[in-house]
């Protein structure tokens, strides 16, 4: 077994209005998957006729000790990230509208070769069908990179001289079932994506893939804020590369509860079987238990405690056949007064890269964040 040094990140990030007429969003922790967006405050916009127009930006700073992941020769940075976003909205008639674009510009003091420069556009339509039904379209695309010491670059940080860049593409449809007040509902999800690597292709040809996800929840009410629920999803996945010999299907069985019991207290936990079966007989399937979990809890109106955990496989970028990964995240959310609140959040991230049953690399990632949010 192979034993990753542990990183640590501190972090400040805080969110201001660039001029007259702009927003101020609310700061967004993200960590590695475990992260929770509830109780976002709702930013002022700009009305441009039918549609209104929200756009923030977030500054962040963050020392990591240990940017490339390596359990020893680590290298240390600050880090400083600008992330604004345009997002243009329309509501009319309860059907929705959306388009997003955001940029993320991120600067290393140690290591300018690791500088990015991210993209992502979204654009979203929320619309009824009839008294019982209700059509959600997305269209997304990501044009984002691999920090050096992840993906193709994982047993060796200096693989590349610079981070692997790729490029998405995905189509997303989910039609819901269900009248208020029903006994029960549906919800059918369908997810076709393209993920092309752009750069160090000597490395990087190899993860080029294709996915195709669906799934299907059963809802059943036992309360007026209390349902149980069952749920299957589906994934084909196909490396456009063959060589490799990646190629998998991925099936995830889970059941659990969804409520929102009071003012104080909501949440969903589900908990189940995932199984990944390869096409290649030269590889080893994997089954296992997954769960995903995100609850909170309000003593106050201005002050929330969240707490959000998954288990779930994922694909390797080098290492053995996939990865195990485990994490948990809990986080505090305090509102000083109507404009000023603070969010402390901890996680922890265990990322097991496996074929078959055996470890053959485990990361043990440590992030800890405190945010400031000011809101004109």
């Excluded at 700061?27 to 039918?50: C, Q, W």
């Excluded at 756009?55 to 600008?82: G, H």
């Excluded at 010491?149 to 610079?162: D, F, Y």
Aim: hydrophobic share 30%.
């Amino acid at each position: 077994m192979i034993k990753k040094g542990v990183r640590t990140v501190w972090g400040t990030l805080v969110a201001f209005a660039c001029c007259s007429g702009f927003a101020l969003a609310d700061t967004k922790v993200e960590n590695k998957g475990a992260a929770s967006e509830t109780n976002k405050a709702k930013p002022a916009g700009v009305s441009l006729g039918p549609m209104t127009l929200y756009p923030s930006v977030e500054l962040q700073y963050r020392l990591d000790d240990n940017i490339f992941l390596q359990s020893s020769a680590k290298t240390s940075s600050n880090v400083t990230v600008l992330i604004p976003t345009l997002d243009l909205r329309a509501l009319r008639q309860g059907q929705r509208y959306s388009f997003l674009y955001q940029a993320e510009v991120g600067r290393y003091s140690k290591s300018s070769a690791d500088n990015y420069d991210d993209q992502k556009l979204l654009a979203e339509a929320d619309v009824g069908l009839g008294q019982k039904g209700r059509l959600n379209l997305q269209a997304e695309y990501l044009d984002e990179h691999d920090a050096r010491g992840t993906g193709g670059s994982e047993t060796s940080a200096l693989a590349n001289a610079t981070p692997d860049r790729w490029h998405s593409s995905r189509l997303g449809a989910t039609f819901k079932y269900g009248s208020p007040g029903a006994k029960g509902g549906a919800e059918l999800a369908l997810n076709n994506r393209a993920k092309r690597y752009d750069n160090n292709r000597a490395t990087t040809a190899g993860r080029d893939l294709d996915d195709k996800e669906a799934g299907v929840t059963f809802y059943y009410n036992v309360g007026p804020r209390t349902s149980l629920l069952l749920q299957a999803t589906g994934t084909d996945i196909d490396y456009k590369t063959k060589t490799a010999a990646l190629d998998s299907k991925e099936q995830r069985y889970l059941a659990g509860v969804t409520w929102q019991a009071t003012a104080k207290t909501s949440g969903t936990v589900k908990v189940g079987q995932q199984k990944k079966d390869f096409d290649s007989a030269s590889r080893t399937d994997f089954s296992s238990g997954s769960w995903t979990a995100a609850v909170s809890w309000a003593p106050r109106t201005y002050s929330v405690f969240e707490f959000v955990t998954n288990r779930a496989a994922g694909e390797t970028n080098g290492t053995g056949d996939f990865n195990d990964r485990k994490d948990y995240a809990l986080a505090y959310t305090h509102g000083w007064t109507s404009f000023l609140r603070t969010r402390l959040s901890a996680a922890s991230i265990e990322d097991r890269y496996k074929s078959g049953s055996t470890t053959l690399r485990e990361d043990k990632t440590a992030e800890y964040s405190l945010t400031a949010t000011y809101q004109m």
